[in-house]
Structures are given as C-alpha cells and as structure tokens.
C-alpha cells in the first residue's frame, strides 16, 4: 500500500453521526463509528459519494447521517479493510490518513438506500461481528 497525496481528485467525502461545522478537524485518536469502537488510528474519506453514504447509514449513534466535504491535512491512502479485501482496484475510492481531515463543507441533499438495502447491510454487519470480523482493521 502506498501513501500519496491525491490518488483521486477532490472532492472528498466523509459520512458520520457527528454534528460538525465548517473548519472542523475529523482527527484520528477518537472512538471508530465501526465495529467495537476501538480507538481508531485513522480517519476515513472517500472520493464517491455513495461509499459516503453508506459510513453515514452505518455510524454508530442517535444523530442523523451526515455527509461532510473533507480535505486530508496529510498523506492519505488507499483503504485496505475495503480495496484489499471486498473491492480490488479500489473502485470506491475510498481512502484513510493519519494526519486528519478538515471539514470544508455539507452535502446537504443526499439520497440514502432504501430501508431493505440498508437492512440487509446491517444483518450483514451482525453476521461479521457474530464471527469475529471487524468492520475496521488498523
């Protein structure tokens, strides 16, 4: 894996629970949204708008999906608990990075999947987490 400074052009996405503002910095350190909430080591974004989405349905907490317009304030690189396992060639275009993202803006109108396409990612998420895997592996 190979970090760079841009393997996809902006606009970058970050889809999450949280209530943020412009000029925020989304920072490693933190408690994922994934999984068993482990400290995460890095912050995830992605240059489709879908992949986005689907971390904004699938975020741990009570708020409503959000999906932030987010630019990394470091290197960032391909996302190996996606490209490498479920998506080769990174087709989702989705990234990590250590140094943090930046909050520039909010997708405001966005279409989320219909509830039997989300329950069926939720179910499964459970089978995953009943066998051991987690969503996020740093």
Same mark, same amino acid.
């Given at each position: 894996?190979?970090?760079?400074?841009?393997?996809?052009?902006?606009?970058?996405?970050? $889809?999450?629970?949280?209530?943020?503002? &412009?000029?925020?910095?989304?920072q490693?350190?933190?408690?994922? =949204?994934?999984?068993? !909430? +482990?400290?995460?080591?890095?912050?995830?974004?992605?240059?489709?708008?879908?992949?986005?989405?689907?971390?904004?349905?699938?975020?741990?907490?009570? $708020?409503?999906?959000?999906?932030?317009? &987010?630019?990394?304030?470091?290197?960032?690189?391909?996302?190996? =608990?996606?490209?490498? !396992? +479920?998506?080769?060639?990174?087709?989702?275009?989705?990234?990590?990075?250590?140094?943090?993202?930046?909050?520039?803006?909010?997708?405001m109108q966005?279409?989320?999947?219909?509830?039997?396409?989300?329950?069926?990612?939720?179910?499964?998420?459970?089978?995953?987490?009943?066998?051991?895997?987690?969503?996020?592996?740093?």
């Amino acid at each position: 894996m190979t970090s760079t400074d841009a393997p996809s052009p902006p606009p970058y996405y970050h $889809g999450t629970k949280a209530d943020l503002q &412009v000029g925020d910095l989304i920072q490693p350190g933190y408690a994922s =949204n994934y999984g068993q !909430r +482990k400290k995460a080591n890095y912050v995830y974004l992605s240059a489709t708008l879908e992949a986005a989405i689907w971390g904004a349905e699938l975020a741990v907490g009570a $708020g409503r999906g959000r999906i932030y317009i &987010v630019e990394p304030t470091g290197p960032i690189e391909d996302d190996p =608990n996606l490209t490498d !396992r +479920k998506f080769p060639g990174n087709p989702t275009k989705s990234y990590r990075c250590k140094a943090g993202l930046r909050v520039t803006g909010e997708v405001m109108q966005w279409q989320g999947h219909s509830p039997e396409q989300l329950q069926t990612m939720l179910a499964h998420v459970q089978r995953m987490r009943e066998l051991g895997i987690e969503a996020i592996q740093e």
